[in-house]
């Protein structure tokens, strides 16, 4: 009901605010259903959002509401649970559905607005050689490697959209091997593999992201490695990334890890200041957000040297700037640091959370783990499965994959249903918190 309500506000808020806020603040906005015609309840990204939205916009929101559902008496904010991601602005969104479907690049990731120091130079500069000329540089298989959020997807992207450009005959197929993995499973299952390697073999450039996933799945390896050396053979440029130097990659058959090393490997590290500082003007100038020199130097020495990080906040300066029409203030900007420093994903496995699970309504944990149907199981497995995509950055597939084989669409569903009811169930969202706390702590 909440949710019918909700989809009828949004266009009066479309109407009321400039763009960049409808979409950076309201749009990510869930309604949950509260149980009480009276609230309307709606979930955001994370406490900052919540706090900041109740504020300086919850009357505007009550009249608005109140104008679709007269019997509304409070708008209620509540933050998604513990340690969830950032709000998603468009061009995160974007990201996020170019790195889902295969063969869509993400625009935005381009050479261009690839700020180069030190330690990406050289990345860079192969990365522009292969582009130019794909399949025909020593460089192939040219292979990018580095720690998480320092722009290996993105000049994956940059490549592709590069050749796409330059060669409108190229075929570039973009796909992380989680992709790959699933596309396999699932033409497996619908004897279709044929078609399966054959789109990968028709490509001219072929980009896959995050190789590291293919740790431990022997027959995908397999597959890979026939479509790799098809592609080799025919002098088609092959692109990939990892999170580890390949040589630390267990889990990988040893033959294609010596076939990622017949070209050239190149790894990315952390910006140093003096390019984090020109990472974040760029960014700002891009989004018109004016900062001050020592704001600047502010930021780019206190956080991470993860570049992703970085962009989070950007995103939230703006958010701050354009909604209440003001500087950004060293204030704000420790305000924002503060909250985005607590959001550092923790590292927690799928099996951890269905043991801790299991152990606090005392289940065995196998239970979690089959199609078991029983209710209480059923209700205990939707909410390990809610923590697993509150708590860790799996996708929806794999946790599904986690609790007997079940699919996306399966999660979601789970989530959904955790959301309203620990809104309506206190004792739910106790147990969520409880259970939620035992990670933290480690
Ligand atoms: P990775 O794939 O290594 O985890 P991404 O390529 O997804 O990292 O980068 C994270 C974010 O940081 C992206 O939005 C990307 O555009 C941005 N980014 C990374 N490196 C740079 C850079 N050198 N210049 C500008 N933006 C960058
Ligand atoms: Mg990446």
Redesign the pocket.
Known sequence: MGHDIWQQVLPHISRAVDHNRYETWFKPLVALDSGDPAVLTLSAPNQFVSDFLDQHFGATLLSLAQKVSPSIRQVRFVPAAVSSPAPSPPARRN?ASAATSQNTLNP??TFD????GPT?EFAKSVAMAVAEAPGHTKFNPLLIY??????????LHAIGNHVSKSFPDAEVTYVTSEEFYFAFIDAIKNNTRKEFSDRFRQSTTLLV?DIQFLVGKESTQEEFFYIFNTLYQSQKQIIL?SDLPPASIQGLQDRLLSRFQWGLCVD?QP?NLETRVA?IQ??AERDNLSISEDILYFIAENVSSN??EI?GILIKLLAFASITNTDITLDLVRGVLRESIKKEPLKISLDEIIDRVAEYYKIPPNTLREKNRRKEVAQCRQIAMFIAKTLTNNSLKTIGLHFGGRDHSTVIHAVQQIESLRVKDESVQRDINYISSLFSQQ
Do not use: M
Not at 113 to 116: D, G, H, N, T, Y
């Open positions: 990201a935005q990731y607005l690839f700020v180069v990406n580095g720690g998480v959020g320092l722009g290996k997807t993105h000049l992201d990334t990315i910006p990472i760029k960014k570049i992703r962009e």
